[in-house]
């Protein structure tokens, strides 16, 4: 379900619902891409510490081990990135 947004539209606006409808736009964006980021790292997650067959509905041990330090790792890069970003803003 694409929708696309008439700029057109915005004309109408005054400026502060201007910029209100911008400000939740690239908010939105923001959570699309952090989604997307999530979704991609869990891939590849799934795919690195889940090699076996998979015969049950659980993780045994080892990948559970697997996918948490993985995790981690991937929250830990991001609050780093963060942290450097709010450096390079001030």
């Known amino acids: 379900m694409s929708q696309t947004i008439d700029t057109s539209q915005l004309q109408h606006l005054d400026s502060n619902a ?7 736009i690239q908010q939105e964006s923001a959570k699309a ?10 891939d590849m997650c799934f795919k690195k510490c889940v090699t076996k067959n998979i015969t049950s509905a659980t993780l045994d041990r080892e990948e559970e081990t697997c996918l948490g330090d993985c995790l981690n790792r ?3 890069t991001n609050i780093k990135v963060v942290q450097l970003l709010q450096q390079l803003q001030k």
């Open 18 to 24: 201007r910029q209100d409808v911008l400000a939740f």
């Open 33 to 42: 891409k952090i989604q997307s980021s999530v979704t991609q790292f869990t």
């Open 74 to 76: 991937f929250l830990d």
